[in-house]
Nanobody, 115 residues
Framework: QVQLVESGGGLVQPGGSLRLSCAAS????????MGWYRQVPGKQRELVAV???????ISAASVKGRFTISRDNAKNTVYLQMKSLKPEDTAVYYC?????????WGPGPQVTVSS
């Protein structure tokens, strides 16, 4: 299986920036898409951004222009650079990776945007 270790969550003021990292280990070969979802209590998990093995990114409309997803295949790591953060960005951010027929999820660090 694939294990995902995330880092970079925390508290940031509105308008600030934060960078999330997610490193994959285990059966890391043949990993396809990687990305980020977020979830707040009482709501379903929603897509933030995904990126293919080839580096093609897709972002949700709510974060487009503010968040940038990138990937380092040599390190089996995906990043999410978050800028111009808003209070509504507050959520648990889950890293995800797709391999073969399975999807894998990280534990999800908390990102809190508040003054």
């Amino acid at each position: 299986q694939v294990q995902l270790v995330e880092s970079g969550g925390g508290l940031v003021q509105p308008g600030g920036s934060l960078r999330l990292s997610c490193a994959a280990s285990g059966s890391i070969f043949s990993i396809d898409d990687m990305g980020w979802y977020r979830q707040v209590p009482g709501k379903q998990r929603e897509l933030v951004a995904v990126i293919s093995t080839g580096g093609s990114p897709i972002s949700a409309a709510s974060v487009k222009g503010r968040f940038t997803i990138s990937r380092d295949n040599a390190k089996n790591t995906v990043y999410l650079q978050m800028k111009s953060l808003k209070p509504e960005d507050t959520a648990v951010y889950y890293c995800t990776a797709q391999r073969a027929l399975a999807n894998y999820w990280g534990p999800g660090p908390q990102v809190t945007v508040s003054s």
